[in-house]
């Protein structure tokens, strides 16, 4: 019974020693530990989130210079793609025209042969004709000298001419 | 190993016989009540006694004197300026030097064993807490050292598991009490399971005024909802409020209860079986049995020191969850806490 009798005396002293002890550790340990603690904490947690904002923002700048190299990849692609189409086109271009050129040249240089030739077969009938009034004439000034002679050509060129 | 002990075993027998034959002068049930309870000296060891203040208030006038008056040069008790200590009380004396009767007026302040250890205890929270906080000052936003590592996370614990989990969001304004009970009753369990130490957790008085204070808090923190509780169960016929009224009454005072007792007879149990296992040498007067016991002693012990602070955990949780129910906001559906309420 002694042992479950609770003492005046030390209710007293517990009651009053566990109140200065209560407020004494709530403002000068409680509070200040507490609010280290959580200034701490804060403290943390911000650095922890702006890691994360920052890890985000690399990966949102690595994802951008991603799509910018396959931009640029994609452009040179296109440039060169466009490079080699012209040189293309420019090389089928000049051998077209190269090609036309030397037709063209052909052409004419046919036709000049083609003249040339026309002007020098004239030039040769011209000639045969004159030769050959030349020759005929010299011949008929010494043949025909007597009539029998005269008779005798007159018949042939006539004959000649019906072959004509 | 077997052997061993049957061989010891019988040894215990023999010589216990031995001893009550001869009508041994040992009482372990005094020895313990004197060493659980309060005393108005401090017994370290044969010979080193350390005689503490007795103060009286006797019908208004203090009287203050030291507890060594009481004794003489033979370690006798003697009445001493119109007192006298019997059993652990002081009384005053008649003309016979035997207690009287007459109680009235007569009120006793001593600074008993319990209250100077208290005052130990005290000093020393002040000492690592003062300390502790003066660090938290000194390395702001740096890791914690030394003492200061070594009960942030049981700060941090009492903080997240005992008082964000138990009361919610007005958590903070209970945390110096918390704080406060908690390491208050575990730096005290640990002091008294020191050699000489006081049993002063293990003392109804204080654990009636650490349960006084949390039942205080409960009932000035308890909003509409908690008294609406008590006074009008919600979900509870009208006509059964005769008898749910003065059991919700009851289970206010019944929670505290629990408290103080819980605490007082877990620390002084353990002080009572400790104090038996040794009482078992002096029972069976034989060296024999001292390293049993001692071995037994020593498991309890360390049995103790995990006591000391599973008892200061449950003080602490019990209150965090009585201020819980007291500052509940039940809004709309009631579940009692348990996520399974009617509509």
Avoid: C
Avoid at chain 2, 235 to 253: C, D, S
Wanted: hydrophobic share 50%; net charge negative.
């Amino acid at each position: 019974m002694e042992l479950v009798t609770p003492n005046f005396g030390l209710i007293f002293w517990q009651l009053v020693t566990f109140l200065i002890v209560l407020f004494l550790l709530t403002k000068f340990a409680w509070k200040p530990i507490m609010s280290a603690l959580r200034e701490r904490e804060t403290s943390i947690e911000n650095a922890l989130s702006a890691a994360e904002k920052a890890k985000l923002e690399m990966q949102g700048l690595k994802a951008e210079n991603e799509k910018l190299l396959a931009e640029a990849r994609m452009e040179r692609d296109k440039i060169l793609k466009e490079a080699s189409d012209a040189g293309n086109a420019l090389v089928e271009n000049a051998r077209n025209k190269a090609n036309e050129e030397g037709s063209r040249l052909i052409a004419q240089a046919r036709e000049a042969i083609e003249n040339e030739k026309l002007a020098a077969l004239t030039e040769v009938k011209n000639m045969a004709a004159a030769l050959s009034v030349d020759i005929a004439e010299r011949i008929l000034r010494k043949e025909l000298s007597d009539p029998q002679a005269q008779q005798a050509l007159a018949q042939d060129y006539i004959r000649e001419v019906t072959l004509n | 190993m077997k052997k061993l002990f049957i061989l010891l075993f019988s040894f215990l027998t023999i010589t216990a016989q031995a001893a009550s034959s001869e009508g041994g002068e040992f009482k372990p049930g005094d020895m313990i009540t004197h060493h659980i309870a309060d005393d108005y000296t401090w017994h370290f060891a044969d010979g080193a006694v350390l005689y503490l203040p007795v103060i009286l208030i006797d019908n208004g006038k203090p009287v203050v004197f030291s507890s060594s008056n009481f004794y003489n040069e033979h370690h006798e008790l003697v009445p001493y300026n119109g007192y006298v200590m019997e059993h652990g009380h002081i009384y005053r004396a008649n003309a016979a030097g035997e207690p009287s009767e007459d109680k009235a007026g007569l009120m006793d302040f001593s600074i008993t064993k319990n209250v100077a250890s208290m005052f130990i205890s005290v000093a020393l929270l002040f000492f690592v807490f003062f300390s502790i906080a003066g660090s938290y000052k000194k390395n702001a936003g740096k890791a914690p050292r030394g003492m200061q590592s070594f009960f942030e996370p049981i700060i941090i614990f009492i903080r997240d598991e005992i008082a964000k989990a138990n009361i919610g969001p007005k958590y903070e304004r209970y945390m110096p009490y918390l704080l406060t009970i908690f390491f208050f009753i575990w730096f005290n369990n640990l002091l008294g399971l020191m050699p000489g130490g006081a049993n002063l957790t293990g003392n109804i008085a204080v654990t009636l005024v650490l349960a006084t204070l949390t039942l205080l808090i409960t009932v000035f923190s308890g909003n509409k909802s908690y008294w609406g509780h008590i006074f009008a169960t919600p979900g509870v016929p009208k006509w059964l409020a005769p008898i749910m009224i003065p059991v919700e009454l009851i289970g206010i005072f019944t929670k505290p209860f629990s408290l103080m007792v819980r605490l007082f007879a877990n620390i002084t149990a353990g002080h009572i079986i400790i104090l038996s296992l040794f009482s078992l040498i002096f029972i069976f007067e034989s060296i024999a049995v001292g390293p049993l016991s001692v071995a037994f002693a020593t498991f309890m012990n360390f049995l103790e020191l995990f006591v000391a602070l599973l008892q200061a955990y449950i003080f602490t949780l019990l209150s965090a969850m009585y201020f819980g129910g007291a500052v509940e906001e039940h809004d709309h559906v009631d579940d009692m806490g348990h996520g399974d309420g009617g509509h």
